[in-house]
């Protein structure tokens, strides 16, 4: 990106880049609130300045796939990050080392050797989706701290994940577990995140053999589900109790092995 275009367009709102090899200091761009990087295959680093754009609030980072480092963001504003198909990233930290307070949307995929997330220190984030993450093992610490107001988690397409820690979430409406070979048991992850819980999804998750063991006192919880979807878990043997009645939509197509008890 030119000097040129650094001195003349200081009050520029949006900025997509693509196919730009070098990225220079960005920081007298501090009107910028919209900013994407695709495609640019050269680029190993980003210059310091872009975590300190204080007016940014999208920021979206693609296909840039000898980008090893991103630094630490110091973005008050900020409510919406992507990143995707970034080959070279192995870790987030310390990009998310700090808190951002604005947060409301997360999406990090197909990042294959992306192996460390940090604990996430988000007090806004409503939407979390974690796909295509092949060397990722855990998600502790990443989700060990309380996520307040998120409604909406999907991770799919894990193939290395082996453990969820147990999840606190209170305003959780909506959990997607997909394609998640590694996987053989979600307890205890589900036990304290079910009270506002409208939709469960578990699709494919070819190794599961235990959704959860839920204590029946607690299974109460589970009031609120509308939509079960437990699809193509071959050994899913066990289910919490529940009341079929009171869901709008229960799908176990594919699950050969299930046995499951209905409340009462």
Known sequence: ?????????????????????????????????????????????????????????????????????????????????????????????????ESLDKLKFLEVSFCKHLMYIPLLKLASLEELTLSYLDSIQSLSPMLDESLDKLKFLEVSHCEHLKYIPLLKLASLEQLTLSHLSSIEVLSPMLVESLDNHKILEVIHCKHLVYLVYIPPMVSQSMAKLKILRLKGCKKLRNIPAIDVASLDEFDHSGCESLEFSTSD
């Open 1 to 97: 990106m030119s000097l040129f275009f650094l001195q003349n367009f200081k009050n520029i709102r949006t900025l997509h880049l693509e196919h730009c090899d070098s990225l220079r200091s960005i920081s007298s761009l501090q009107n910028l609130q919209d900013f994407s990087c695709s495609d640019c295959h050269a680029l190993i680093t980003f210059d310091d300045s872009i975590g300190m754009l204080g007016n940014l609030k999208i920021l979206k980072v693609s296909s840039c796939h000898d980008l090893k480092y991103i630094p630490l963001l110091k973005l008050a504003s900020l409510e919406e990050l992507t990143l995707s198909d970034l080959d070279s990233i192995e870790s987030l930290s310390p990009m998310l080392d």
